[in-house]
């Protein structure tokens, strides 16, 4: 069990494959991140910043939190986070569309529900399947919600496009539009979830999910119920994506379409996760922020070295490269991802008292 000074674990694999969480964030550095999220950007942000970088990262690290509690905590493989991510979207905006009294943060908690009903159904191969064809199973099923999606205008309200486009962003008489606005909405969900899941993965369910990602066989021997805990996950797995996946339309792109959550997307999710550190809150946070911060780098390092000589295909292929080469690095080398560098460097920056 972790200890009381802090809020995240780090799943640290021993020899025999078991897993002991291991403590590393202090509370004051909690503190410390909140109070630059709340108070230090929004002060020295500039318009670019909150859309371009600080609203994108917020939104993927939640949806890699979601998917981590299932594939990282659970140990249930998915390809299927852009689906739940567009059903969350897509059914939040028919919520405030059909009915329009709803308060926003109803309709996304609605739009999440969705989503987790969804996941519901996504869960039931795992109780009979795993790995490889658990994995199968969720991503026919991202295909099937992107073409309903696309088939289906009434999802759409009927827009030529297929496209849906972001409400008026309003919150207790106070106009949320604005980028300082849509970013605040952002940074307070994807607090009060990731909150929500950090006491998650400490209480009873948390453990649950750890002992059938261990070994399920065994779990079920010791009076473990597995199919609930294996549905339960893929139902709080479903519900936050489905949430991130109404503020990735909402609060970042303004408008979304089926496109806008396709494979690609629940890829880049499952990337976010591998990089950042599997079995780690923290994991879901670097991971995102190495997706959104690599590119801008490449792009500043190659524009100060060549001076604009690079084209911009070639920096995506060197971005390929990239992150299949550090990808294929962590699941030989460290499956806890950058996380696990992190909390060393933690614990050699700030050593434990006898």
């Given at each position: 069990?972790?200890?009381?000074?802090?809020?995240?674990?780090?799943?640290?694999?021993?020899?025999?494959?078991?897993?002991?969480?291991?403590?590393?964030?202090?509370?004051?550095?909690?503190?410390?991140?909140?109070?630059?999220?709340?108070?230090?950007?929004?002060?020295?942000?500039?318009?670019?910043?909150?859309?371009?970088?600080?609203?994108?990262?917020?939104?993927?690290?939640?949806?890699?939190?979601?998917?981590?509690?299932?594939?990282?905590?659970?140990?249930?493989?998915?390809?299927?986070?852009?689906?739940?991510?567009?059903?969350?979207?897509?059914?939040?905006?028919?919520?405030?569309?059909?009915?329009?009294?709803?308060?926003?943060?109803?309709?996304?908690?609605?739009?999440?529900?969705?989503?987790?009903?969804?996941?519901?159904?996504?869960?039931?191969?795992?109780?009979?399947?795993?790995?490889?064809?658990?994995l199968a199973s969720t991503l026919g099923a991202q295909f099937f919600v992107?073409?309903?999606?696309?088939?289906?205008?009434?999802?759409?309200?009927?827009?030529?496009?297929?496209?849906?486009?972001?409400?008026?962003?309003?919150?207790?008489?106070?106009?949320?539009?604005?980028?300082?606005?849509?970013?605040?909405?952002?940074?307070?969900i994807v607090a009060l979830l990731t909150w929500v899941a950090a006491n998650?993965?400490?209480?009873?369910?948390?453990?649950?999910?750890?002992?059938?990602?261990?070994?399920?066989?065994?779990?079920?021997?010791?009076?473990?119920?597995?199919?609930?805990?294996?549905?339960?996950?893929?139902?709080?797995?479903?519900?936050?994506?489905?949430?991130?996946?109404?503020?990735?339309?909402?609060?970042y792109l303004g408008t979304a379409d089926a496109h806008s959550f396709d494979?690609?997307?629940?890829?880049?999710?499952?990337?976010?996760?591998?990089?950042?550190?599997?079995?780690?809150?923290?994991?879901?946070?670097?991971?995102?922020?190495?997706?959104?911060?690599?590119?801008?780098?490449?792009?500043?390092?190659?524009?100060?070295?060549?001076?604009?000589?690079?084209?911009?295909?070639?920096?995506?292929?060197?971005?390929?490269?990239?992150?299949?080469?550090?990808?294929?690095?962590?699941?030989?080398?460290?499956?806890?991802?950058?996380?696990?560098?992190?909390?060393?460097?933690?614990?050699?920056?700030?050593?434990?008292?006898?």
């Amino acid at each position: 069990m972790p200890s009381s000074d802090g809020i995240d674990t780090l799943a640290l694999v021993s020899s025999r494959g078991f897993v002991a969480p291991v403590t590393w964030r202090p509370n004051w550095l909690v503190l410390a991140l909140l109070a630059v999220t709340f108070g230090l950007v929004p002060l020295v942000a500039d318009d670019y910043w909150l859309n371009a970088v600080l609203i994108p990262f917020l939104v993927l690290s939640l949806a890699g939190l979601g998917l981590n509690l299932l594939t990282g905590f659970a140990g249930q493989a998915s390809l299927g986070a852009g689906a739940l991510m567009s059903v969350g979207a897509f059914a939040s905006y028919n919520f405030l569309l059909r009915a329009p009294l709803l308060p926003l943060p109803v309709s996304l908690a609605l739009g999440g529900a969705t989503a987790a009903g969804l996941g519901l159904v996504f869960g039931l191969p795992s109780l009979r399947i795993k790995g490889f064809y658990l994995l199968a199973s969720t991503l026919g099923a991202q295909f099937f919600v992107e073409w309903a999606f696309t088939k289906y205008e009434w999802f759409s309200n009927h827009a030529s496009s297929g496209s849906i486009s972001a409400p008026r962003l309003a919150l207790f008489g106070c106009d949320l539009s604005s980028p300082l606005g849509r970013y605040l909405l952002t940074a307070t969900i994807v607090a009060l979830l990731t909150w929500v899941a950090a006491n998650l993965v400490r209480s009873q369910t948390g453990r649950t999910w750890t002992a059938i990602r261990d070994m399920d066989t065994a779990a079920a021997v010791i009076g473990i119920p597995v199919v609930g805990a294996k549905l339960s996950a893929f139902v709080v797995s479903s519900f936050i994506l489905g949430i991130a996946g109404a503020l990735w339309a909402f609060t970042y792109l303004g408008t979304a379409d089926a496109h806008s959550f396709d494979i690609d997307r629940s890829f880049q999710i499952l990337f976010i996760i591998i990089i950042g550190g599997l079995g780690s809150l923290a994991g879901s946070y670097i991971g995102a922020a190495f997706i959104l911060v690599l590119p801008i780098f490449l792009d500043r390092f190659a524009l100060a070295l060549f001076g604009g000589m690079i084209g911009t295909g070639l920096l995506e292929n060197l971005q390929k490269i990239i992150f299949g080469s550090l990808i294929i690095f962590l699941l030989a080398r460290e499956p806890r991802g950058l996380a696990a560098y992190l909390a060393r460097l933690s614990r050699w920056l700030l050593p434990r008292r006898a």
